[in-house]
């Protein structure tokens, strides 16, 4: 697998970087006894992965959550701007249709 993704690595990336930074990274790839292309891909790519993470995965309270749950299970009824909204949600649908 590891072949597998070498042979498909066609892109690029660039960064200009301290010499202090430079050394600091080359010395942790060292440590960890991989390439700085390798050390350097896998920081970014998981650094990628959390901050889509922190974007996209909620997290809450109990109380939160039992709130949530319950909105979910026991639904308020609809009120004024959510039928108007609806309304206009179906004229759209059916214009775009046509």
């Known amino acids: 697998m590891l072949r597998e993704a ?3 690595r066609g892109q690029r990336l660039e960064a200009r970087v301290t010499p202090d930074q430079k050394e600091l ?3 942790a790839a060292c440590v960890q006894g991989r390439t700085v292309t390798d050390f350097v891909v896998s920081a970014l790519q998981e650094a990628a992965k959390q901050a889509i993470a922190d974007h996209t995965v909620w997290k809450l309270t109990q109380e939160q959550q039992k709130m949530f749950i319950g909105a979910l299970t026991d639904p308020p009824a609809p009120n004024q701007k959510l039928r108007q909204a609806y ?3 179906r004229k759209y649908k059916a214009s775009a249709r046509r």
């Open 25 to 27: 990274i080359e010395r």
């Open 87 to 89: 309304k206009r949600f």
């Open 6 to 8: 070498k042979r498909k």
